[in-house]
T-cell receptor, first 113, second 112 residues
Framework: KQEVTQIPAALSVPEGENLVLNCSFT??????LQWFRQDPGKGLTSLLL?????REQTSGRLNASLDKSSGRSTLYIAASQPGDSATYLCAPGPGAGSYQLTFGKGTKLSVIP | EAGVVQSPRYKIIEKKQPVAFWCNPISGHNTLYWYRQNLGQGPELLIR????????DSQLPKDRFSAERLKGVDSTLKIQPAELGDSAVYLC??????????FGSGTRLTVV
């Protein structure tokens, strides 16, 4: 059974800082990995999808990397803004024998103006 | 393109009452999922549909939960009777192949 750990559980940074969110997972037989953002009381918004054949994906100030062999992914946020405050969830995707996303508990990010 | 649409957005019911949630996935997405998210936790899968067939419902509490996906499009998740511990956010998602998941805004259920 896939297990996902996200570190840190919470993070508070001043506006403008660059930051890294970490995700580790136990089953590396995945087809892809997705990072989501969740605002309080809201659903999940997909940020980045990394296919297993890729090493990283970039979207604006966000960059996500994937190292399947070591079971790790990182989400890098450059020049953080107060609007980035949210919970970020890592979800290793379907793989051999599994068709579901498995989520970590997330990292709650607060960017202080 | 409309995303995954869920309704209602919020629901407050008394325990032992029934409740139903509705989901309309992205057009053409053959796979539909229902997840439950408890406060402070990541979402957990309840049931997965491939077209109209429920292919993974191992985590669905079948004594009180039921789901259907008629014609392989819209889906309904029902709880009867609801318990206090069912209070959570119920999320619907859809996908096509390995192109990633799209989630709806969720239904926040409060059982009092």
């Amino acid at each position: 059974k896939q297990e996902v750990t996200q570190i840190p559980a919470a993070l508070s940074v001043p506006e403008g800082e660059n930051l890294v969110l970490n995700c580790s997972f136990t089953d590396s037989a995945i087809y892809n990995l997705q990072w989501f953002r969740q605002d309080p009381g809201k659903g999940l918004t997909s940020l980045l999808l990394i296919q297993s054949s890729q090493r990283e994906q970039t979207s604006g100030r966000l960059n996500a990397s994937l190292d399947k062999s070591s079971g790790r992914s990182t989400l890098y946020i450059a020049a953080s803004q107060p609007g980035d405050s949210a919970t970020y969830l890592c979800a290793p995707g379907p793989g051999a024998g599994s068709y579901q996303l498995t989520f970590g508990k997330g990292t709650k990010l607060s960017v202080i103006p | 393109e409309a995303g995954v649409v869920q309704s209602p957005r919020y629901k407050i019911i008394e325990k032992k009452q029934p409740v139903a949630f509705w989901c309309n996935p992205i057009s053409g997405h053959n796979t539909l999922y229902w997840y439950r998210q408890n406060l402070g936790q990541g979402p957990e899968l309840l049931i997965r549909y491939e077209n109209e067939e429920a292919v993974d419902d191992s985590q669905l509490p079948k004594d009180r939960f039921s789901a259907e996906r008629l014609k392989g499009v819209d889906s309904t998740l029902k709880i009867q009777p609801a318990e206090l511990g069912d209070s959570a956010v119920y999320l619907c998602a859809s996908s096509l192949g390995t192109a990633g998941y799209t989630f709806g805004s969720g239904t926040r259920l409060t059982v009092v």
